[in-house]
Nanobody
Framework: QVQLLESGGGLVQAGESLKLSCTAS????????VAWYRQNPEQEREGKER?????????????YYRDSVKGRFTISRDNAKNTLNLQMNSLKPEDTALYYC????????????????????WGQGTQVTVSS
């Protein structure tokens, strides 16, 4: 099973940018869809699932974005480094969350938003905090 490690989180002000990276090891991502999920403390207290914000099918390059991040976030891949990136621009306080990278071989995973239970590999998460 692929292992995932996120990096790039931090504290920024509203309107600023951050770039998250997710480096995979153990096997190639060629047969995977790789996604970014996030969860804030309120969602966790309410027992809500992590929300999927973007997904990339490694083989085809097809992508999916949650409406709330369309036009601000860009997902991309670096094949040579087996790394998934998420460029986040125009950050808002409501983007504050723990961001996770996840991978699945589920067919068509990136066509729509999928529940996190379909993803079998997860990173530990990286914190993004946006101050107003």
């Amino acid at each position: 099973q692929v292992q995932l490690l996120e990096s790039g989180g931090g504290l920024v002000q509203a309107g600023e940018s951050l770039k998250l990276s997710c480096t995979a090891s153990g096997e190639s991502l060629d047969d995977y869809a790789v996604a970014w999920y996030r969860q804030n403390p309120e969602q966790e207290r309410e027992g809500k699932e992590r929300e999927g914000i973007s997904c990339l099918t490694w083989g085809s390059g097809n992508t999916y974005y949650r409406d709330s991040v369309k036009g601000r976030f860009t997902i991309s891949r670096d094949n040579a480094k087996n790394t998934l990136n998420l460029q986040m621009n125009s950050l808002k306080p409501e983007d504050t969350a723990l961001y996770y990278c996840a991978a699945t071989t589920y067919p068509g995973a990136c066509s729509v938003s999928r529940p996190p239970r379909l993803y079998g590999s997860w990173g530990q998460g990286t914190q993004v905090t946006v101050s107003s």
